[in-house]
């Protein structure tokens, strides 16, 4: 709860982007201004620190660009917007949805693109109104992790993942795809710890990033080989009998096919394919027989390949082959929803499938082909359109068809502009909600520091808001709740076996500060979910797509030190660190091609092209280009315009659609 320290009141805060880390954040306010930000010492992860980002926060919600009234524009993307009440926008809002319904005898002319920008329980409350109407269309899928999970779910039975904080019992980390000295700054002194406590930290990773740097062994696989190096790996393994045999016996199903299957792959070409040598291979694969327990790490990257759910399941199989499951400082962690144990009465679902599903990254081609009826107006929450979706020249042809584009936001992002009507929603300092992490097992609350920025609402606020325009003109046309305050929204979402796993009795406790909740070792059992009740092995096909003459570089575009995704971008602190976008290339590709760093590129392939500066550097393999996805403001580069929709492997299982294989992007570069 609110305390006061000194001249300042001092209240309590969680950060709700899509992050491994969920920061728990104390904000400093005095006489109604939020001062400064610091983190919050109660949580054993976040450990009282946050990172450039969070820090940042006073100016995100100072920031002079941020929206203060809902804004209509004047014939879409001419950029003429006016200031315009919460009135005249729920009344033209509702006018529409009322004339759709009345035009086709339902709603699912209305849709919903909604995703992750905060992952606020409240921020559930769009698909809360959305589902109130009655059957819509609505975005289903994810664009970030579906191929992973799919893999965990088949090969383990669900997706679960330890406490990070047992890192520090590990004798081998291996970080593979993922840089958590950027993307999860408070993984690593759990990772130090651990390194203190004699482990081995082993990175795998096209890049060389800066948690490569502070590795004990750095592996340069080349990009979308990951699958052949956890091959080449397991027959190392398998043929100097270092696997546990015992484990393998009781606990697993289908080893006999996969090592069978195993014998297809000729070892030397695996080799070639990933690009390593027998020596490297053969050091791993004996770190792993050695040194237990060992804990692996894939990060999201890895599944976005064409085989992104093959190539997670190959590296399960490793766990699984080496005995290092269910114990404290091992398993193979992805992300997990075991602190996601809310009752969800927000989303108002009166049926599991009560809406008209889309997939969330081939919503350009819905916008275009449905019918009876087609999609008229959109609604777009926690969302830039623009910026995270593949295809977006086809996306931004289909938003023509549309006779209304609403988008819920603080900023007038690249996916706002090409709105008609925007709506200024508050910060995590503004309002109530509850935030959980798919990292951490922590669970933490936001409460209102300051009042609402200017005429900004809550995403409830907005909800209720329409909910009561819409039955005001067509009376129980919408059943959202409006007589409900924020925290009974929060009071119905909390259930007696979430109060025991947090060791509460009531919601309100976590203002005295975060909580973690009780959970065990991932598969400390080792009783599976799955059929058998084992760890499943599988073997499949495996797709050696590489890249052609004519566009001869991967595209890389993973995530930057400074931004999550598209936000944070626009911030002063981090415009400062980052003014512009950059391509990065390696030595050897700039040589050929007489580029120096600060020369203008372009950047192209059968989709698109982008201009930007270039930037030479070791870091980057050969073969490949890096460009840092998400908007950098102002710029009018956006790496999407390179990729096509091309979908994984898996995620129809637990996401409901594949997810997109951003990284079977193939590019060429020349020099302006």
């Not at 769009?126 to 992790?145: D, H, K, R, V, Y």
């Not at 959970?519 to 979910?529: D, G, H, V």
Request: glycine fraction near 6%; charged fraction near 20%; include cysteine.
């Amino acid at each position: 709860m609110a305390t006061e320290n000194q001249s300042y009141r001092i209240t309590r805060h969680a950060c709700p982007r899509n992050c491994y880390d969920t920061c728990s954040i104390l904000a400093y306010t005095q006489n109604g201004i939020l001062h400064k930000v610091e983190g919050d010492p109660s949580h054993s992860y976040t450990n009282g620190k946050l990172c450039t980002k969070g820090y940042s926060y006073t100016n995100r919600v100072y920031h002079p660009e941020r929206l203060r009234t809902p804004m209509l524009q004047t014939h879409r993307g001419s950029g003429r917007w006016q200031e315009i009440s919460w009135e005249e926008a729920m009344k033209i809002i509702a006018d529409k949805i009322l004339s759709l319904n009345h035009r086709y005898g339902n709603n699912l002319a209305l849709a919903l693109n909604k995703y992750s920008g905060n992952f606020g329980i409240l921020h559930n409350a769009a698909e809360g109104m959305f589902n109130s109407l009655g059957p819509t269309t609505q975005a289903i899928g994810s664009p970030c992790w579906s191929a992973g999970l799919d893999a965990h779910t088949y090969d383990f039975g669900d997706y679960l993942t330890s406490d990070p904080e047992e890192m520090v019992h590990s004798q081998l980390i291996i970080l593979w795809g993922v840089n958590p000295a950027w993307t999860a700054v408070h993984s690593m002194p759990f990772i130090y710890k651990a390194k203190e406590q004699g482990a081995t930290v082993v990175v795998i990773d096209p890049i060389y990033t800066t948690t490569a740097r502070k590795s004990d062994i750095y592996i340069q696989v080349n990009p979308g080989s990951d699958i052949y190096l956890a091959l080449a790996i397991a027959k190392v393994i398998i043929e100097q009998n270092w696997q546990d045999t015992k484990f393998i016996k009781q606990y697993t199903h289908g080893w006999e096919h996969y090592n069978e299957s195993l014998k297809n792959y000729d070892f030397n070409d695996l080799l070639s394919l990933c690009g390593q040598t027998i020596e490297v291979i053969t050091e791993l694969a004996e770190l792993m027989y050695r040194k237990r327990p060992m804990m692996i790490w894939t990060g999201f990257g890895l599944q976005r390949h064409l085989q992104g759910g093959q190539t997670i399941r190959a590296i399960n199989a490793l766990a699984a082959i080496t005995g290092n499951i269910g114990t404290i400082g091992s398993g193979v962690q992805f992300a997990q929803q075991q602190t996601w144990q809310f009752n969800y009465n927000i989303l108002m679902r009166s049926a599991p499938h009560s809406f008209r599903a889309v997939d969330i990254n081939t919503f350009d081609t819905a916008l275009q082909e449905l019918d009876n009826p087609p999609i008229k107006l959109l609604w777009i929450s926690c969302r830039n359109l623009l910026t995270q979706s593949p295809a977006r020249k086809s996306l931004m042809k289909s938003l023509k068809n549309l006779e209304l584009i609403v988008t819920v936001d603080q900023f007038l992002t690249p996916t706002a502009q090409l709105s008609d009507i925007v709506l200024p929603t508050t910060t995590q300092f503004e309002e109530w909600d509850i935030v959980a992490s798919y990292w951490h097992h922590w669970i933490a609350i936001n409460e209102p520091a300051i009042k609402p920025y200017y005429d900004s609402k809550s995403e409830l606020e907005i909800a209720q808001l329409l909910s009561k325009t819409l039955n005001v003109l067509q009376p129980g046309f919408c059943r959202f709740p409006t007589d409900l305050s924020s925290e009974d929204f929060i009071d119905n979402e909390f259930n007696n076996e979430l109060y025991q796993q947090l060791d509460i009795n009531n919601w309100r406790e976590l203002l005295d500060g975060p909580k973690k909740i009780k959970l065990p070792t991932a598969w400390e059992n080792l009783s599976f979910k799955t059929p058998t009740k084992k760890f499943e092995f599988l073997m499949a096909t495996l797709d050696k797509k590489s890249n052609s003459p004519k566009y001869p570089y991967w595209l890389l575009s993973p995530h930057a030190q400074f931004a999550i995704n598209s936000q944070f971008q626009n911030n002063p602190w981090i415009q400062k660190l980052k003014p512009e976008p950059e391509v990065v290339i390696n030595p050897i590709t700039a040589t050929d091609l007489a580029i120096i760093t600060g020369s203008m590129v372009k950047v192209f392939n059968q989709n698109g092209s982008i201009v930007a500066k270039a930037r030479v550097s070791n870091d980057v393999p050969g073969n490949s280009i890096v460009f840092y996805q998400g908007w950098t403001p102002k710029s009018n580069v956006f790496v999407n315009d390179l990729v096509e929709n091309q979908p994984t492997d898996m995620g129809n299982f637990v996401t409901g659609s594949p997810g997109v294989a951003f990284y079977n992007t193939f590019v060429n570069i020349q020099k302006l």
